[in-house]
Nanobody, 124 residues
Framework: QVQLVESGGGLVQPGGSLRLSCAASGSIFSINRMGWYRQAPGKQRELVAAITSGGSTVYADSVKGRFTISRDNAKNTVYLQMNSLKPEDTAVYYC??????????????????WGQGTQVTVSS
């Protein structure tokens, strides 16, 4: 089983910055895709950014140029650097990690895990 622990949310003024972290632990064989999603009150959960094991990234149009996703494979951790924050970025942010659990290639099983969510509030 793979667990995710998120950190870094909080209250920030418009134009400010925050950095979210999500660390995966457990019986991890390999991690493929790591991503961040967000859900604002009354809205559906949406993709914010994602990064593959090879370093390819994808961003929602609304955050391009302001947010940067990165990962530390040695630490099984994904980060989201959020700059120039706007009130419309207010939401609960969830990390999502997809990969394989297990000890070796013969016993590995695919997994997709979600973090517990961290609140980001952008307000003056």
């Amino acid at each position: 089983q793979v667990q995710l622990v998120e950190s870094g949310g909080g209250l920030v003024q418009p134009g400010g910055s925050l950095r979210l972290s999500c660390a995966a632990s457990g019986s991890i064989f390999s991690i493929n895709r790591m991503g961040w999603y967000r859900q604002a009150p009354g809205k559906q959960r949406e993709l914010v950014a994602a990064i593959t094991s090879g370093g390819s990234t994808v961003y929602a149009d609304s955050v391009k140029g302001r947010f940067t996703i990165s990962r530390d494979n040695a630490k099984n951790t994904v980060y989201l650097q959020m700059n120039s924050l706007k009130p419309e970025d207010t939401a609960v942010y969830y990390c999502n990690v997809e990969g394989y659990s297990g000890r070796n290639v013969y016993s590995r099983k695919s997994f997709a895990s979600w973090g517990q969510g961290t609140q980001v509030t952008v307000s003056s």
